[in-house]
């Protein structure tokens, strides 16, 4: 846009101040966004650091999400079900060795037996299918190869499954 003549320029400064209050309008309608917070667990287990790997999914079939973390002191899996917005119950998944360097998780059905299991590093816990009705139920633990800290799912070869991509130090890998 080429701008000539004095009129130009007072267009000018009306539009870049134009642009000043719009961002300063912004600026404070976002500092003044309040957000509503739902606790689903205080305290969780173990001291208060060391979550890894975090998921979300629907683990029960109840058509709601449901979550699940790894806690590194723990060394164990646990999931949330969400019975509604303040009420989650607290469930272990298992409990493995690698949780102690776990920082990746992802949420899939890796068997395609319509469950959503968590994948970890290098572990992978299956959904036993029978959360609904009994939400403790052992998850059944099986490794896999490879799996760094950092795990999450893609579809990175366009065949419509996903793929668990993970990285570790220097490695990237699917």
Not at 88 to 94: L, N, R
Not at 98 to 123: E, K, P, Q, S, W
Request: glycine share 12%.
């Amino acid at each position: 846009m080429v701008i000539q003549g004095h009129s130009a320029r007072r267009r000018a400064v009306e539009i870049g101040t134009l642009v000043l209050i719009c961002a300063w309008v912004a600026v404070g309608a976002a500092a003044e966004m309040k957000w509503t917070h739902f606790v689903i667990a205080d305290p969780l287990p173990g001291s208060s650091w060391g979550t890894g790997g975090i998921g979300l999914a629907d683990f029960d079939g109840d058509g709601d999400l449901d979550m699940a973390i790894s806690r590194r002191e723990t060394q164990t899996a646990y999931w949330y079900e969400r019975k509604d917005d303040p009420t989650w119950v607290q469930h272990v998944i298992g409990t493995s060795e690698t949780f102690a360097n776990t920082l990746g998780a992802a949420a899939l059905d890796v068997d395609h037996d319509g469950f959503v299991d968590m994948v970890y590093r290098g572990i992978w816990f299956k959904n036993p299918g029978v959360l609904a009705d009994r939400p403790d139920t052992p998850w059944q633990v099986y490794p896999y190869d490879g799996g760094g800290h950092d795990v999450i799912a893609a579809d990175i070869n366009g065949n419509g499954k996903l793929d668990i991509v993970s990285y570790d130090g220097h490695v990237l890998a699917w």
